[in-house]
């Protein structure tokens, strides 16, 4: 049987005032996988899901979504969403409006507003905390909130930038865990960025290792961990935090 491919990108470049950020990046997404780009800052990782996303285009290749060649499609037209390291959320708003606040755009009827709300709300365990604002609520909670307003759209692809950076090391491994397990349940397709080894060791299905613009290696945790390609991703899968 062969895999859905939900996202395939083809040789794509991105050059930045004269520079080029991304060299040669192929990789395949495929359904309901955990996928995790990892490297230091500063190598091209939020620059790829900005791609995925469509904030930007590509300067060169191809990135196909759900099979259609999707380089000029504008970000609400693609089903992918995307959970910002810092949540972006309204914190004067309560959880409800903060969830909604795309739907409200789009100009859906309000009861399907509601409907997809608690809907989302359910999916990350925040029933109940519709009416809380999210400036009293915990670290933990707004990152589930930041998710809730993601999973909103119903997405084929959840892109999730260094979403753990900020929280301290106990919540951080509570919420891989959350994470890794809200991903098996829901079998949508994450995208995941993080600089920290161990994160991504714990979490993926597979690991694409990048340097400088490059994908220097891509396999599960055990194959990068066990059998790495080179001194660079011996050193840095080696290094810990
Ligand atoms: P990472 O997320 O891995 O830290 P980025 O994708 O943010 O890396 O950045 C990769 C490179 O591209 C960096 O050198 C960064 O300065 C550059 N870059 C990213 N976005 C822009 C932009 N909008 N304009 C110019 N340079 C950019
Ligand atoms: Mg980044």
């Known amino acids: 049987m062969t895999e859905e491919i939900i996202v395939s990108f083809q040789h794509v470049e991105k050059v930045f005032d004269e520079e080029k950020v991304l060299k040669d990046i192929s990789f395949e997404l495929e359904k309901g996988k955990f996928y995790t780009l990892l490297g230091p800052s500063g190598c091209g990782k939020s620059t790829i899901l900005n791609l995925v996303a469509g904030f930007t285009s590509p300067s060169e290749g191809k990135i196909i979504l759900n099979g259609v060649e999707t380089n000029n499609t504008p970000p609400n037209k693609r089903k992918v969403n995307t959970v910002f390291q810092d949540y972006a959320l309204f914190p004067h708003m309560n959880v409800f409006d903060n969830v909604a606040f795309g739907l409200k755009i789009k100009k859906m009827k309000k009861n399907v507003i509601e409907e997809k709300v608690m809907s989302a709300l359910q999916m990350v365990r925040l029933n109940g905390f519709e009416q809380r604002e999210v400036s009293e609520m915990s670290g933990g909670q707004r990152q589930r909130v930041a998710i809730a307003r993601a999973l ?3 997405p084929d692809v959840l892109l999730l930038d260094e979403p753990l950076s900020a929280l301290d090391l106990k919540l951080r491994t509570d919420m891989q865990y959350e994470l890794r397990e809200l991903q098996r349940r829901l079998g949508i397709t994450f ?12 979490m993926s299905d597979e690991i694409m290792v990048m340097k400088e613009g490059e994908i220097i290696q891509t396999g599960s945790p055990t194959d990068i961990y066990d059998e790495p390609i080179n001194r660079y991703v011996a050193d840095f899968i080696g290094e810990s935090n």
């Open 152 to 154: 909103v759209n119903e």
């Open 191 to 202: 995208l995941f960025v993080t600089h920290d080894q161990e994160e991504a060791l714990a």
